[in-house]
């Protein structure tokens, strides 16, 4: 008996929303149907496609080839539907994005709801090797990736170029600075993404590179984080600047070491950017 239709779609789906639950809510099917749906098509293959914890589910390499191709069949369902269902299929979709730093992520996302107020979003944000590792892995419909690697199944337009900079209290001794060296910081406690980020690698290579050392470094999951710690006089935190409003209060000073330009590119799968949904968010993005 071969695998059938329902059975990759289910997969996919498991895949993409992290849990049978999550998928059969997305699918509006019982758990169950999932659930029987994955374990026919593991016994097909002959091989076991997922691993399954409290914490959700994880892929095995046989499991990672075979969402490849589920995960394309779904682009194709979609496709289809679009054109039977016109513009209201669009109108009430679901669209995943990710990023890796909230700006100009959160913006596009915020003019997206604007103009269509019925679409359901998920969006998280994810340190750069974790987020590049998921749209490679077509977990995401949409990415918003600083310096993205180039990938040939991906569609990428440019909407963004920021360099690094310090941020700090206005209070600080070096806020009246115009720009700071990697020196300056050398005494401060210095405020980085965590580890996987672009931010880190940037910072460390700059580090290395002029043989600069910092005396304590603090780690935080996210910018908006980053910049409460400044708030509460933590430190000094190491970003890309434009990052997001949550900076307001603090100052920007661009850092001698990191003056190159870092673009920012809206992604998607090739399969997926005819879509209506998804080529839509990738018109707002590059007018935003």
Request: glycine share 4%; aromatic share 6%.
């Amino acid at each position: 008996m071969r695998a059938n239709h329902h059975q990759f779609v289910a997969f996919a789906y498991v895949v993409r929303e992290g849990s049978f639950s999550a998928a059969a809510k997305r699918l509006g099917v019982t758990q169950s149907s999932v659930t029987q749906h994955v374990a026919k098509l593991e016994r097909q293959v002959g091989s076991q496609l997922l691993l399954r914890s409290r914490h959700g589910v994880t892929l095995t390499r046989t499991g990672q080839e075979f969402f490849d191709l589920a995960d394309r069949l779904v682009a194709l369902d979609s496709a289809i539907v679009e054109r039977l269902e016109g513009f209201e299929a669009m109108a009430k979709g679901h669209l995943k994005i990710i990023a890796n730093s909230p700006m100009p992520a959160l913006k596009v996302i915020g003019q997206f709801q604007r103009s269509f107020p019925d679409v359901e979003i998920n969006f998280a944000l994810h340190d750069w090797t974790t987020a590049t590792r998921l749209l490679r892995e077509r977990r995401a419909d949409v990415g918003l990736i600083t310096d993205a690697p180039q990938v040939d199944d991906w569609e990428r337009i440019a909407i963004a170029q920021e360099r690094y900079c310090a941020y700090l209290l206005p209070t600080s001794p070096l806020a009246a600075r115009r720009e700071l060296h990697l020196a300056d910081l050398a005494e401060e406690t210095i405020i980085l993404p965590e580890s996987g980020s672009l931010t880190e690698r940037v910072v460390r290579t700059a580090q290395c590179k002029h043989n600069v050392e910092f005396t304590r470094t603090m780690r935080m999951t996210t910018f908006p984080l980053m910049c409460e710690a400044v708030l509460q006089g933590a430190g000094v935190a190491i970003f890309l600047s434009n990052s997001g409003l949550i900076s307001n209060g603090l100052v920007e000073i661009p850092i001698a070491e990191l003056s190159d330009l870092y673009e920012t590119s809206v992604i998607t799968p090739k399969d997926r950017a005819r879509l209506r949904l998804v080529e839509s968010f990738v018109s707002i993005a590059a007018a935003v």
